[in-house]
């Protein structure tokens, strides 16, 4: 585990990125995300703009798009120095 990744109290943070995150299933893992303790949801990625828009608002995600290789590609081609970089993505 990187040192960087943990909060004063010794807690494990991490960031999520979720393609199809309004969708059928993306929805409750969202959901569980949220309430999972040091996850913080940063990326969504969806079809539907309204949707997707809301869903941002409610998880307090930085990017929002509808493009997933675009995330992709930017969450991805971080420099390998960088302790914080995405290392994998799960799709729902």
């Known amino acids: ?11 494990f943070q991490f960031n999520v990125g979720v393609i199809g995150a309004t969708g059928y299933i993306g929805a409750p893992y969202r959901a569980e995300i ?3 303790a040091g996850a913080n ?7 539907r703009r309204e949707l997707l828009e809301r869903a941002g ?11 997933w290789r675009r995330w ?10 960088s302790p914080r970089r995405t290392r994998c993505i799960t799709r729902p």
Do not use: F, K, W
């Open 72 to 81: 992709y590609s930017t969450r991805t081609s971080t420099s390998s120095s």
């Open 1 to 11: 585990m990187n040192p960087d990744n943990e909060t004063h109290s010794g807690e």
């Open 34 to 36: 949220r309430q999972a």
């Open 57 to 67: 608002e409610e998880d307090g995600a930085e990017l929002l798009t509808g493009n």
């Open 41 to 47: 949801i940063v990326a969504l990625c969806a079809r």
